[in-house]
């Protein structure tokens, strides 16, 4: 067994048997619709042009920051400070929160360990703000659900309610065709049953997991992460239906698609490349 599946046995057996479980939280920023957080958050103020140009000097600071390549953990959190400065000064533009949400779910998967909780917090409070500003926003709703299932890794007294938020969310996008980022959710669902133990512990499938990273390869065959996560089921494959060649062509895969010399990280994304072929070499290492 995976030392991931093992993780994910962990946190299925630890909400089962908390004595505490928490909800997601569902602050929203003030100056969105229905706004209720106590984070002093604001319209336009009484200088409204000054105040407009600041904003959008603050947008894109945030923007570039964030956007910059390779990504540079420091210039990401100067982005999550930039966005929370804007945001201070007006809530309601939901291309703004939902890139917010972004930087902060960057951060809670590659951050300084002991910001992490805190960057995904500020990361849910933007995403459902967005929401409340487009509540069918296909990144709002995929930066909501990725969050939550962040939250429940980071914390386990979220544990029940962000698993479950984080399938919703997906199938949600799954529902609307949503192919956002190469079609994460079908990818972000096809991991979730892979890792996940299966009946009566968990959601685990491999059925389901192999439909939805088929569904993700199907679809863009040149993104990474879609070659990475079939590749580490045909491994976990390769053992529970006895048939070793899925291993070989999981093998084949990762060295074709992210560890040749051929392979290049695609535009925005040679830090987290990197992070892939880690992944990569420790698969084919894990199951030689």
């Known amino acids: 067994m995976t030392k991931l599946r093992l993780t994910y046995l962990s946190l299925m057996i630890a909400v089962l048997f908390a004595s505490a479980c928490s909800d997601v939280p569902g602050n929203t920023l003030d100056g969105a619709p229905g706004g209720d957080s106590k984070v002093p958050t604001g319209t336009l103020g009484d200088h409204g042009q000054d105040d407009a140009a600041h904003y959008e000097k603050l947008v894109r600071e945030a923007r570039g920051a964030f956007l910059d390549d390779p990504r540079k953990i420091e210039e990401v959190e100067l982005s999550a400070e930039l966005y929370q400065r804007a945001t201070e000064i007006r809530a309601d533009e939901y291309l703004v929160l939902w890139e917010a949400a972004r930087t902060c779910v960057w951060l809670g998967n590659y951050g300084p360990e002991d910001k992490q909780k805190d960057y995904v917090m500020q990361g849910i409070t ?9 509540p069918d926003g296909p990144e709002a709703l995929f930066y909501d659900g990725a969050l939550a299932g962040k939250l429940a890794e980071l914390d386990i007294s979220y544990g029940a309610d962000g698993l479950k938020t984080l399938m919703s969310r997906m199938k949600q996008l799954v529902d609307m065709d949503s192919k956002y980022i190469y079609d994460a959710p079908d990818r ?13 512990i968990g959601p685990g499938d491999w059925d389901k997991a192999e439909g939805h990273l088929t569904r993700a390869l199907k679809y863009d065959p040149n993104w990474p992460e879609n070659q990475l996560y079939m590749a580490e089921l045909e491994f976990s ?3 529970e239906r006895d048939k070793p060649e899925l291993a070989e062509r999981a ?8 560890l040749s010399e051929d392979a290049v990280a695609p535009m925005g994304s040679k830090f987290e490349f990197k992070k892939w072929q880690e992944e990569a070499r420790k698969l084919i290492e894990d199951n030689k």
């Open 126 to 134: 933007y995403a459902n703000t967005a929401l409340k500003v487009k």
């Open 188 to 200: 972000v669902l096809g991991i979730t049953y892979m890792r996940a133990p299966g009946s009566p």
């Open 237 to 239: 494959l390769a053992d």
């Open 251 to 258: 093998r084949k895969r990762l060295n074709e698609h992210i």
